[in-house]
């Protein structure tokens, strides 16, 4: 099973949105509706922030969304902060023997 | 206040054996898949293996399937992972993470701090 495809790296200004995209195939992303994104500060463990596609864990802000169409799911960012600097991961379900895979993850930058 | 805390990551050689522990609290452990994802230095996150709650399931990577084994102890609230013939690329952080679907959250809702595995010749 090969790794979702993420951009390597994206960058906004403050007050901007920037949008992710996580490309799968029609064995995971576009089989299921079961893509969550997942932030990752330097040095930090990682953190959900997006499941089930389009649904925030509470305690997430809603400049977090997330979107689908087809082997490929999108995560949006709007509003850019500061603190939106870093690592962020997609993940799919993948079906009954590799349960899940996750996207090379996308660097964002915030200029 | 959910935790997962791992355990048992060093530095080892090639082909040998390690393995690392999974101490949980907050939560009732039996009721819920947990997984461990590793990292490799620098890397992305690559998911490794999964167990669900009463051990009904068990699913691993193809690059560990038949190298690691995954168990749990529910009266314990602890996880396990086996891992044999080690290699250089098995060095990660490796992490814990529960699966969230007993509360209606499909995905890795909470983490362990991870530990480090470093396989050297």
């Known amino acids: 099973q090969s790794a979702l495809t993420q951009p390597a790296s994206v960058s906004g200004s403050p007050g901007q949105s920037v949008t992710i995209s996580c490309t799968g195939t029609s064995s995971d992303v576009g089989s299921y509706e079961l893509v969550s994104w997942y932030q990752q500060h330097p040095g930090k463990v990682p953190k959900l922030i997006i499941y089930d596609v389009i649904q925030r864990p509470s305690g997430v802000s809603n400049r977090f969304s997330g979107s689908k169409s087809g082997n490929t799911a999108s995560l949006t960012i709007s509003g850019l902060q500061a603190e939106d600097e870093a690592d962020y991961y997609c993940?799919?379900?993948?079906?009954?023997?590799?349960?899940?895979?996750f996207g090379g993850g996308t660097m964002l930058t915030v200029l | 206040e959910v935790q997962l805390v791992e355990s048992g990551g060093r530095l080892v050689k090639t082909g040998e054996s390690l393995r690392l522990s999974c101490a949980t609290s907050g939560f009732t452990f039996g009721d819920y898949t947990i997984n461990w994802v590793r990292q490799a230095p620098g890397k992305g996150l690559e998911w490794v293996s999964s167990?669900?709650?009463?051990?009904?399931?068990?699913y691993y990577a193809d690059s560990v399937r038949g190298r690691f084994t995954v168990s749990r102890d529910n009266a314990k609230n602890s996880l396990y992972l086996q891992m044999n013939s080690l290699r250089a690329e098995d060095t990660a952080i490796y992490y814990c993470?529960?699966?969230?679907?007993?509360?209606?959250?499909?995905?890795?809702?909470?983490w362990g701090q991870g530990t480090l595995v470093t396989v050297s010749s």
């Open positions: 167990i669900g709650s009463g051990s009904s399931y068990i």
């Open positions: 993940c799919s379900f993948a079906g009954s023997r590799i349960l899940w895979v």
């Open positions: 993470a529960r699966d969230g679907t007993f509360t209606g959250v499909t995905a890795f809702d909470f």
